[in-house]
């Protein structure tokens, strides 16, 4: 597998970060896309044929906003020479854990909440403990590899989708986090 210092720098993706955009804009910037946001008919057909079946529910139970994202991540991946299947099935549903237990995916409102609260992390662990969308989101990693394993996917990706949060991840996992960072 590639190794991680092979890729592009971060900064290319996101000019405005680069440029020192205050955060909060930037976040707001980041929402109004997700209010926008489209997934062709082509991407759809390419990417189930990548999945598995079970992988593709996972996928289709993503809002749009969240598919887009996946499909933006899997393309970065892609334009940094990345070939790697299970690197790649994992980054499309890299993001299947914001989907609550009951199946129904994180309203845009809560991300927004739970971007902010980012930022205070005493705060942010208190919400996460007792408000339900914002322990998905905080816990979407380690949900999405269990929702991924539960589908069949082999180990390999589902320690790449359980550990891409990590603070120092390694393997696909890194390269998983660092085409996130992206997008």
Do not use: N
Request: charged share 20%; with cysteine; hydrophobic share 45%.
């Amino acid at each position: 597998m590639p190794e991680a210092h092979h890729l592009p720098s971060g900064g290319e993706r996101h000019p405005e970060r680069a440029a020192g955009l205050p955060e909060l804009l930037y976040r707001a910037r980041q929402f109004r896309a997700a209010l926008e946001a489209q997934v062709g008919p082509d991407e759809l057909v390419a990417a189930q044929a990548l999945l598995t079946p079970a992988e593709w529910r996972l996928f289709s139970m993503m809002p749009r906003y969240d598919q887009r994202h996946c499909l933006d991540v899997y393309a970065t991946l892609v334009a940094a020479g990345h070939a790697d299947p299970l690197l790649l099935r994992a980054a499309l549903v890299h993001d299947c854990g914001k989907v609550g237990d009951d199946g129904r995916p994180m309203s845009l409102g809560w991300y927004v909440l739970a971007t902010v609260l980012k930022r205070v992390p005493g705060l942010y662990l208190l919400a996460a403990r007792i408000l339900p969308p914002v322990a998905v989101y905080a816990e979407h990693a380690w949900r999405g590899a269990r929702m991924a394993a539960a589908a069949g996917s082999p180990p390999e990706m589902v320690e790449a989708l359980r550990h891409y949060h990590d603070p120092a991840p390694t393997g696909r996992a890194a390269l998983l986090q660092w085409a996130d960072e992206q997008h």
